[in-house]
């Protein structure tokens, strides 16, 4: 059973245990509101899974954590804590808490071992949902703990792909990227203006590979121990914009607003313990940039992107 199973992780990791032949359901916010303990309880019981991957979250890029703090914190804990009830009243076997990068201190070392949790400050644009993601794990581990349970926790790079979050008020950088550089080309602008210096480095993992990655700690891991999944690579916001103007055969001039905040200034993965399991990522950046803009391309004519 896949939480959160229209979003980008969720989509993405029901069709890879689909496409293995696995009988697989997803629920999404407008089949179950997550934050109703009495109605998570109750579709729990009803279908009874063996394995709950809980991609449900309430996220966003850097804007909209700032702006929101109490949403993020509250409503991320509300729905993780109403989930392992429902799964510890039911005994599922194997639950995956999905996190995220951001748990991990803003001046942290590089590349990030999983070890470095809590080890340091959080970046403070986003430190309410980090604090959220940190209370996830502990849950999961307390769990494991104090009834037995084989629950996991994941914490993925930023993620995209098919089915990501287009708004620029509330995406992340990458969807936010394609579509300035998209929609720029097609009105003939001479320039486009980014947020920051440019400076900061970040990794990315298309959506596909980590669908793989989690299936493949679903089936493999078991430990308290949190596993990072992303590719281990990172690049400069400055030299992802060229790649994704290029891939959007844009022609214009690139700008930037240094007013604008950069968050933490570098931040790649340690992924040697997923790559141990066997898993390693196998679609390029470019490869995935030019995809996402098919298909950015395709579903926006259609009416059919989140925006």
Not at 38 to 58: C, D, L, W, Y
Request: aromatic residues 8%.
């Amino acid at each position: 059973m896949v939480l959160g199973s229209t979003g980008l992780a969720g989509s993405a990791i029901l069709a890879e245990f689909k496409s293995l032949g696995y009988e697989t359901i997803g629920l999404n916010r407008k089949t179950i509101d997550f934050s109703d303990e009495i109605a998570t309880t109750e579709i729990f019981r009803g279908i009874s899974p063996q394995v709950v991957i809980n991609a449900a979250a309430k996220v966003g890029g850097i804007v909209a954590n700032d702006s929101a703090p109490v949403e993020f914190l509250s409503e991320n804990l509300i729905m993780q804590l109403n989930v392992c009830k429902a799964a510890h009243k039911v005994n599922v076997q194997k639950l995956v808490f999905l996190g995220s990068s951001c748990i991990y201190p803003s001046d942290s070392m590089q590349p990030i071992k999983e070890e470095y949790l809590m080890t340091g400050r959080l970046e403070k644009t986003n430190s309410a949902y980090s604090i959220a993601k940190i209370a996830g794990i502990e849950l999961v581990n307390s769990y494991r703990k104090e009834f037995g349970h084989r629950w996991i926790s994941l914490m993925p790079t930023n993620l995209y792909g098919p089915r990501d979050n287009f708004n620029l008020h509330t995406s992340h950088v990458l969807p936010a990227l394609i579509r300035k550089f998209v929609e720029a080309t097609t009105s003939s602008a001479e320039s486009v203006t980014l947020w920051g210096s440019g400076i900061p480095r970040r990794e990315f993992l298309h959506v596909k590979d980590f669908a793989s990655a989690v299936v493949t700690a679903t089936l493999n891991y078991d430990s308290d121990l949190h596993m990072n999944i992303g590719t281990g690579e990172d690049i400069s916001i400055s030299e992802l914009a060229l790649k994704v103007a290029e891939i959007s055969n844009f022609k214009g001039r690139i700008e930037w607003d240094a007013t604008k905040p950069d968050g933490t200034l570098r931040k790649v993965l340690d992924v040697s313990k997923v790559k141990a399991l066997g898993w390693n990522p196998l679609i390029t950046l470019d490869e995935g940039i030019a995809s996402t803009i098919a298909w950015y391309k395709d579903a926006n004519s259609r009416g059919e992107v989140r925006k």
